[in-house]
């Protein structure tokens, strides 16, 4: 059976129970063609076919082994981060999605190979992490750096991948001892009363409850999330860790409902938030509801990129005050930006708003993307935006350039697991009907409602959803309107029907029969953004965007000899949008006009009095490109934001 005939009804990452409290249900999808078709392509066949032998390099494979005794000659930890059982869980994760979607045996040989030795490796108590069993010190007693909870948390999502998409338990048998062996050392009166220096164990194991329907899985997700908050971790217990990151680092300042801002590590913060989500879609915790929309609303409204990077500091990884979101020095690591759908999406679930897909839509094709090579192959870990020609990295700095693998390879495998597990992030149902979040030629489904879609997008705005199977229960049909499209239209079946946007969304209601065709078109003109002035590092520039696409300019684009710190432009100009094929995989580029500012030995001085015109320079044509795909040709210079001409220059 081809992809495009089988059945749409594979459970992915997130499947809240029959009882859960959620707005919405995530649909089934699959994706069979255009965009998101071309990068997943990339990932299953390259990256994640690749991952084994990159796994396997670093020596994480290695470690397994050793720790299984099969493996003396290797019997040292192999690496430098205690963390390092979590690259091998996320491809695993990646793989069960990829299964779950198109199989084939050398993936599932693959697959079975892995389990096995990860199996192997555990001690017959159920505890399982190679930097511990290799000589890293005593388990449980650094639970600040130590990523026990870390590692534990992406086994058990693994295992959920595996089961969900191959009906097997290998792994999950391993998962469910683990997390046995978690809940005999951890709580009131216990060996251990503390929780994780890296939450992520928390939705884990609201996902292993929905898989096993063990109910003290939730439990013990909520006793993790209740503890933290309370300063049981300090980074002086820790061995080698002699800095002290503070509570708000590992997220342990404040227990969540007092939190008022995002704050600390932003994958450490956006993880935890993702499993509080977790916990009250199943629990229907309303007090907690609305706090997570609060600091859902701190993080969307003053700390993130326009391109949905978050977690705007190199030091430390972490969130920056209130509108700290330079260009230059934005850290955005891809693994935030991942974190930042995954909160979004079950934020999503829970209340319905089309909010929270506008700002995956956003995260997914600008900030998350930048990090995933057109290759498959390179990766970049920081998502900064804009990188001077001249280096402005400090030696230890992430650097902003594509790269192979990480010393601390946490990025890459992540990245691969969204994307192998992407479709279930696209559609939702309910008892109203079915929803849209996100557009891309596949098919969707719920039950017995099946549609169809046909796009182009993001190149252009016309999406078309032919109805395929049409129970009578369904009769709203939504599609969310992108908060960055203020003209649109929808048509039924030809006609052109009357519908206005609520909350986001567009319903059409009726009783849906097959082959009913509603076509979607998205205005997508060239839009010239501009920051909110309390952003100061920004104030004064324009961007460029695009349907849900930012734009940027990069060196390799540009007439021969321009310096991008010494061009201004004019948001009255008109941009032009041009379809290249053969470029970068195939983008639209936008084309403008922009002026280069003349500068002359004379200006030994970066500031002038008011009133004071800057020297006028040629006016030049500009050529900017997608951002997802920026930085996968040279080490050249890339600009998002750029500097409005003055008044007054001619
Ligand atoms: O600590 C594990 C991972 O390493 C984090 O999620 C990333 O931010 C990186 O620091
Ligand atoms: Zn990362």
Redesign the pocket.
């Known amino acids: 059976m081809s992809p495009e005939q089988t059945p749409v009804t594979s459970l992915g990452p997130i499947a809240p129970t029959p009882h859960a409290a959620v707005a919405l249900r995530p649909a089934a999808g699959r994706v069979t063609g255009g965009f998101w078709a071309q990068r997943r392509t990339t990932n299953a066949d390259i990256s994640i076919a690749d991952g084994p032998r990159r796994l396997e390099e670093a020596g994480n494979l290695a470690n397994f082994r050793a720790a299984a005794d099969t493996d003396p000659g290797h019997a040292a930890f192999a690496g430098d981060f205690q ?1 390092q059982d979590s690259d091998v869980y996320k491809w695993l994760e990646a793989a069960g999605w990829q299964l779950a979607d198109s199989p084939t045996p050398d993936l599932a040989a693959a697959v079975e190979q892995i389990i096995a030795q990860v199996g192997a490796a555990q001690r017959p108590d159920g505890y399982l992490q190679t930097y511990y069993q290799l000589g890293g010190g005593t388990p449980w007693t650094e639970l600040g750096w130590g ?1 026990e909870l ?1 590692c534990a948390g992406h086994l058990m999502q693994a295992a959920v991948a595996h089961h969900r998409a191959t009906g097997g338990t290998e792994l999950l048998d391993v998962a469910v001892r683990f997390a046995d062996h978690i809940a005999a050392t951890f709580g009131p009166g216990a060996a251990v009363d503390g929780v994780c220096g ?1 939450p992520q164990v928390e939705t884990a194991l609201v996902e292993l409850y929905r898989t096993t329907g063990g109910k003290h899985h939730l439990d013990l997700a909520r006793y993790f999330l209740d503890r933290r908050g309370h300063g049981t971790l300090s980074a002086g217990a820790d061995r080698g860790h002699d800095r002290d990151p503070g509570p708000e680092f590992w997220q342990d300042h404040l227990p969540i409902l007092q939190a008022d801002e995002v704050v600390g ?1 932003a ?2 913060q956006l993880y935890l938030l993702a499993g509080a989500a977790d916990l009250a879609i199943e629990t229907g915790d309303t007090a907690l509801t609305a706090k997570l929309e609060a600091l859902w609303q701190d993080m969307a409204g003053a700390k993130t990129s326009l391109t949905g990077g978050v977690g705007a500091r190199y030091d430390w ?1 972490a969130f920056g005050d209130p509108y700290e979101l330079p260009a230059d020095r934005s850290y955005n ?1 891809t ?2 930006a991942i974190a930042s759908v995954h909160f979004s999406w079950r934020m999503a679930l829970l209340t319905g708003r089309a909010r929270y897909s506008d700002l995956i839509e956003r995260t997914l094709y600008n900030g998350f993307l930048s990090g995933v090579g057109l290759d498959g192959l390179h990766w970049l870990y920081v998502n900064p935006l804009h990188r001077r020609a001249r280096a402005h990295e400090r030696p230890g700095d992430q650097t902003a350039t594509r790269t192979e693998w990480f010393r ?1 390879a ?1 990025c890459p495998p992540n990245a691969m697991r969204l994307l192998a597990g992407l479709p279930h992030y696209f559609a939702t149902h309910n008892s109203e009907g079915f929803q849209l979040h996100q557009y891309a030629t596949g098919v969707y489904g719920s039950g017995h409602f099946t549609v169809r879609v046909a796009t182009r997008y993001p190149w252009e705005g016309r999406i078309t959803a032919t109805v395929e199977q049409a129970p009578p229960s369904v009769t709203g049909f939504s599609l969310r309107i992108p908060a960055w499209c203020d003209r649109f239209q929808v048509k039924v079946n030809g006609a052109a029907v009357d519908v206005s946007a609520r909350d986001g969304w567009v319903t059409v209601s009726r009783a849906f029969a097959p082959d009913d065709t509603l076509v979607l078109d998205l205005g997508m003109p060239v839009r010239f953004t501009r920051p909110d002035p309390r952003v100061d590092a920004l104030r004064g520039m324009r961007a460029l965007e695009r349907g849900p696409l930012v734009y940027c300019l990069e060196d390799a684009d540009q007439i021969p000899g321009l310096d991008l710190e010494e061009i201004v432009v004019d948001p009255a100009v008109a941009a032009t949008v041009t379809a290249r094929p053969n470029l970068l995989g195939g983008v639209n580029t936008v084309t403008l006009r922009g002026r280069r500012r003349r500068t002359s030995h004379d200006d030994w001085w970066p500031y002038r009095a008011d009133g004071k015109a800057d020297t006028a320079g040629d006016e030049v044509q500009l050529t900017a490109v997608p951002y997802g795909v920026w930085g996968n040709r040279d080490s050249g210079a890339m600009r998002v934001w750029l500097p409005e001409r003055a008044p007054g220059t001619d």
């Open positions: 963390f990523h870390y890296h590590h994958v450490r990884e690591e693994c935030a601390c946490c």
